[in-house]
């Protein structure tokens, strides 16, 4: 972790108020799938916002949380190097990252590197891991592990398929929120001016 001073003012209020989003319920059911999903060699952690970044921080459980949910041969990340180098680190957090925009999470949803290594936004980790077990849970591809109950379902598109004639004919109509031109017609209506010409 980055040696800093401690903030003061508007930057300590701003790191305040994100560290408030961090949810602990969140965090306990966030260990327990990742637990769930890598398999039963991983331990998990004490409660607590530094003892989950602390078990994250190092990228290797992400890796192999992204490469659980392919099928064997076909894991994104080839090779996880257990390092003690921080630059090696931050390199697998950011193949998790890249992996999981690939798999499917949107780019909103993806935290930065530096909020898991620094723990400035452990609440975007949260969020990062929350996007990924519902993609997971709604891809339905056989990978998902754990509990159904963890993470909702993203909702799927429904596209409609409609035959040329029904195309032509919705070309006819006039929708509804362009008014109506029924009763209409110009019967009583003078041209501009046509008032001051009669007096």
């Given at each position: ?56 921080m190092d990228g290797t459980i992400l890796c192999r949380l992204i ?10 990340i080839k090779k996880i190097p257990e390092t003690p180098m921080a ?113």
């Amino acid at each position: 972790m980055a040696n800093r001073g401690p903030s003061y003012g508007l930057s300590r209020e701003v790191q305040e108020k994100i560290e408030q989003k961090y949810d602990p319920e969140l965090e306990s059911r966030l260990m327990d799938w990742i637990v769930a999903q890598c398999g039963g060699n991983i331990e998990k952690p004490q409660p607590g916002k530094q003892n989950f970044q602390n078990w994250l921080m190092d990228g290797t459980i992400l890796c192999r949380l992204i490469n659980s949910l392919y099928p064997r041969g076909k894991e994104p990340i080839k090779k996880i190097p257990e390092t003690p180098m921080a630059f090696k680190q931050m390199e697998k957090i950011s193949q998790f990252l890249q992996a999981a925009e690939a798999y499917g999470v949107i780019t909103t949803d993806i935290f930065q590197t530096v909020d898991l290594w620094e723990g400035k936004d452990m609440a975007a980790v949260q969020r990062t891991l929350m996007a990924l077990g519902s993609v997971a849970l709604t891809k339905d591809d056989g990978h998902y592990r754990g509990n159904r109950d963890w993470f909702h379902r993203k909702s799927q598109g429904n596209r409609r398929e409609f035959s040329e004639e029904q195309l032509r004919q919705g070309q006819n109509l006039i929708g509804l929120q362009m008014g109506s031109n029924h009763g209409a017609s110009q019967a009583g209506m003078t041209g501009y001016g046509m008032h001051r010409q009669i007096m």
